[in-house]
Structures are given as structure tokens and as C-alpha cells.
């Protein structure tokens, strides 16, 4: 409900924006803050190997990508449902008698049409959130991260009789962290932000004890 709720806000949000003096500085703000979200989420990606605890912090700018999504794309189409005539191949009749059937006739268009473009964006968001597996989250962003960065890890092609006590156990600590259902010390369960963070520090602790004993991961 709290999504759902979120996102009628971002369109009411974006829609009523557009009438707002200078709006076109309030597009310009949500878009530019849309762009450093996405950077902040792709540079979070490309830190999670070396980085993970900065990482997870990072990957909570993914949460407003959705909501910016749907506030520019309410914005956009009030601009669209206003302007929309400037674009359709209908002609008019300048017949007095049939003024006020025509402006019904328009702003039924433009309403239609705001309604039509607010409602699939809204449709599209929603869709993903109700996934647990969607990238509309930032946990699944940072499951699916966390895999890219260690499923393939050498560290895991070492035998047993080729490393200490210590880099065997951080071995089990990173592969329960990162992909397992809990951590080793089963202080994480899930993939809570809390759960996400207390992984990223029981990784950092084992990439650690990797560099101590010139260990490539």
C-alpha cells in the first residue's frame, strides 16, 4: 500500500508541478536528480567488490529512481495533454453554432490523455514493486551485484590444503554473505537494509583477512 501510495503522490506531484511558475526548473531539478541517482547506483555496482559497505549505503539512491520516474513522466504528460492538438491530424469546424461541442471535444483529449500516460507509468512501476525478484528494488540490485562481483571469484578454486584455518573460514563467511539465505554469525536472515549491511561488513572482514595472506579474490 505504501508504494501504491507513493506513486499516486509522484503523479498528483508531477501533474500539478507543470503549473507551477518556472516549472520548467522543477523538470530540470527531478531529471538531473533521476540522472545522479542512476550514477550513484551504477558506481555503487562497480564498488561492491573492493567497497562493500560504501556500497550498500549507495545503493539506497536506487529507492527514488522509481518515484523521479513517475513525478517527470506525470510532468511530461500535462505538458503533452496541453500541447497535444499542436500534434493530432483533426481539424476543427469554426462553425460558432459548435464552440462549446469543440472545447468539450478538446478537453476531453487532453484529459484522456493525461490520464491514459499517468496511468501506464504508474502500471509499469507497480508491476515491478509487486515482483520480490524486480530490480525496483534496491535490495535486488545489490543480491544481483554482490553476485556479479564474487560468483566467479578464484577464492573459491582453492583447495583445503592449500590455506590457513583463517582464510578457509572468511572463505564460508563471503559465500554465505553474499548469496547464502544468513550470514555465518546468523546476524543477517534476509536482505533488509540492516540484513544488506551487516553482510557488507562481514565481506569487508574477510576481504580483509584475504589481504592479509596475499590471497587474489
Do not use: C
Not at 497535444?84 to 478537453?107: G, N, R, V, W
Not at 507509468?121 to 508491476?127: F, G, N, T, W, Y
Amino acid at each position: 500500500m505504501v508504494n501504491s501510495t507513493l506513486i499516486f503522490i509522484a503523479s498528483i506531484a508531477g501533474i500539478f508541478a507543470y503549473f507551477i511558475d518556472n516549472s520548467a526548473y522543477i523538470f530540470i531539478g527531478f531529471a538531473t536528480l533521476l540522472i545522479i541517482s542512476i550514477a550513484v547506483t551504477v558506481a555503487a555496482r562497480s564498488m561492491t567488490k573492493h567497497y562493500p559497505v560504501p556500497a550498500t549505503w549507495m545503493f539506497l539512491a536506487w529507492q527514488i529512481v522509481p518515484l523521479t520516474f513517475v513525478f517527470l513522466g506525470a510532468f511530461t504528460s500535462a505538458w503533452l495533454s496541453l500541447n497535444i492538438m499542436d500534434f493530432l491530424p483533426i481539424t476543427f469546424s469554426d462553425d460558432p453554432t459548435f464552440a462549446d461541442a469543440i472545447i468539450a471535444e478538446k478537453t476531453t483529449i487532453k484529459s484522456l490523455t493525461i490520464t491514459a500516460i499517468t496511468t501506464l507509468l504508474a502500471a509499469v512501476v507497480l508491476d515491478a514493486a509487486r515482483d520480490p525478484s524486480s530490480e525496483f528494488w534496491p535490495s535486488e540490485q545489490h543480491k544481483r551485484s554482490l553476485k556479479s562481483a564474487y560468483h566467479a571469484s578464484p577464492i573459491f578454486d582453492l583447495k583445503a590444503d592449500q590455506i590457513s584455518k583463517e582464510v578457509k573460514h572468511a572463505i564460508q563467511d563471503l559465500r554465505a554473505a553474499y548469496i547464502g539465505p544468513s550470514t555465518t554469525d546468523n546476524k543477517a536472515h534476509g536482505w533488509s537494509f540492516d540484513d544488506r549491511l551487516h553482510r557488507a561488513k562481514v565481506i569487508r572482514a574477510a576481504l580483509d583477512i584475504f589481504k592479509k595472506h596475499s590471497v587474489e579474490f
